[in-house]
């Protein structure tokens, strides 16, 4: 099934949604990859760095029932929109549903570690089930904010390799290809919510859509905090070790948070987009990440990872 527009039939569409900057030749392109394979060999897979392992499993937690619910949101307003975005919101989906599912394997390997994450699920189920309570627009406004978010910290974990130096091979492969199709994607919901607000004053979008962020951002990094310290506690790390070694590692170490919080700034901007940074390249630049490590270990003789030889059925069938 091809969704992709040729490179010339997505230049010459032009979007009703006027204010968009989202490139007129890009390309959103679902790679179906498989990491079901790829246990975690280490519990502080991240160069054995409690904090850093911590926190990108307090991430990874999140994303099978948040990204389900992103794909719900966009799909409410795939027939409301131009062809051109009806088609990428058909990629996105397609995207998100697959890093739903390798991350669903990535949690289960995390169970495998002896990790309780019981308590990290249903906290991203109580936030998912109050939005879902809300208007449709809310949806559609919440997805644009958690995709800015996620589209900011994809963007610093390929631009910065000290993120997943010395992580586990598997897994830093797994987190940069989630991260390059972030950026990807990262001006549909943006895109749909222009489209659908084209006929409300510009304050009003300005204001809502700012009043949400300014709650989601709050939100995220209040409920990824606790979630840093519960993981950190099954690891034998609590008190002012737990906290002061997060602050360390969130602002001042490889410093995550303090290195998004100026591109998290940009969003109040009024006439804020998120292609207003064309970042294409760190696609580039993670594809040939991923891809050269797998040659290397063809090339090694090693046995071939899974991505290589199973079929669609097979991978649909080892992640069930
Ligand atoms: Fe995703
Ligand atoms: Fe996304």
Known sequence: ???????????????????????????????????????????????????????FNALSVTFPEGEIFFIDSLKKFRKRVPPKLQREIRAFIQQEAIHSREHHCFNEHLKDCDFDISRLEQAISGVVNRIRTMPEHAHLVATLCIEHITAILAAEVIANPKHFENADEQQRKLWLWHASEEIEHKGVAYDTWLHMTKDWSPFKCWFIRCSFMAKIAFGFTKNR???????????????????????????????PFRRTLWPLLQFFKPGFHPWDIDDRALIRLAESEYEAAIMAEVDAGSERPDSLVLDKTERIKKVA
Do not use: C
Not at 228 to 253: E, K, M, N
């Open 1 to 55: 099934m091809d969704i992709a527009p040729t490179a010339a039939q997505a230049a010459t569409e032009i979007p009703a949604y006027n204010q968009s900057a989202t490139p007129a030749d890009l390309l959103i392109r679902p790679r179906n990859r498989n990491f079901a394979s790829a246990v975690i060999d280490r519990r502080r897979w991240v160069d054995g760095d409690p904090f850093a392992s911590a926190f």
């Open 225 to 255: 905090a606790r979630g840093v310290l519960d993981l950190l506690r099954q690891d034998g790390i609590s008190g002012p070790r737990a906290w002061l070694g997060l602050a360390h590692y969130a602002f001042l170490g490889k410093a």
